[in-house]
């Protein structure tokens, strides 16, 4: 199966192009298993979850949050409680601070780090020492450089991606981080074929498997063209 952890829709996010429905189409078109709808500063009702999942069967959906952070830092919340609503911008220890009784129950994932940078100063440190995972491969951190090797997309910083893993432990992640149809179905993870769950199943899946990264070539052409970065 097929997980997509950092998609955008118009409904909550400005910056985003595509309507749910659009999510849900391409991505059975794209063969994806699952999508989490992570918005700026948004969350997703369940039962409005509930109604596209209703409407497009065979694509199970769930829901998280991006909060920007006032270090200059992106990270994703997907929890199995309900999430705090943070101001846009707010530190990270105010955040931590708000995540504290439901800690155990979320995970949280660095959202493309070295996208504007390209070394580990003072708040990404801090940033990546309380995350759970970190966002590797999206068309999104493509934008910071890309070389082909063979067919596949890889970061220029991807080296950057793979130390930070290990040093601070954290589960790498491929996702789209998609605001355009373009940019779904271009990077995901893959895990083993399972019945697919509610949300607490997908945070214990985050928590206990660490997927096999995955891309579509010839979707990333596409996004990268669209975008102007090929």
Not at 185 to 208: C, E, H, K, S
Request: glycine letters at 6%; proline letters at 7%.
């Amino acid at each position: 199966m097929q997980i997509d952890f950092h998609v955008h829709t118009s409904v909550h996010s400005a910056c985003a192009i595509m309507e749910p429905e659009e999510v849900c189409q391409t991505a059975l078109e794209c063969r994806l298993s699952g999508v989490v709808f992570t918005e700026h500063h948004a969350t997703w009702p369940r039962e409005e979850l509930n109604r596209l999942e209703e409407k497009y069967p065979g694509i199970r959906l769930y829901g998280g949050v991006e909060w920007s952070l006032a270090e200059g830092y992106d990270i994703l919340a997907i929890s199995k409680a309900p999430l705090p609503d943070l101001a846009p911008f707010s530190p990270l220890g105010e955040v931590i601070e708000h995540l504290t009784p439901i800690r155990e129950q979320t995970v949280l994932i660095a959202a493309h780090p070295f996208r504007f940078t390209d070394f580990i100063d003072a708040g990404l440190d801090h940033v990546l020492r309380v995350c759970d995972a970190i966002e590797s491969a999206s068309g999104n951190i493509m934008r910071a450089g890309f070389i082909q090797s063979g067919n596949l997309f890889i970061s220029t910083r991807g080296k950057l991606y793979a130390e930070a893993s290990r040093l601070y432990d954290l589960t790498p992640l491929c996702n789209s981080d998609g605001h355009m149809t373009e940019a779904l179905g271009t990077f995901a993870n893959i895990y083993p074929d399972a019945p697919m769950g509610d949300q607490a199943w997908l945070v214990d899946l985050l928590r206990t498997v660490k997927p096999k990264p995955w891309q579509n070539p010839q979707r990333v052409r596409t996004y990268l063209q669209r975008k102007g970065y090929l």
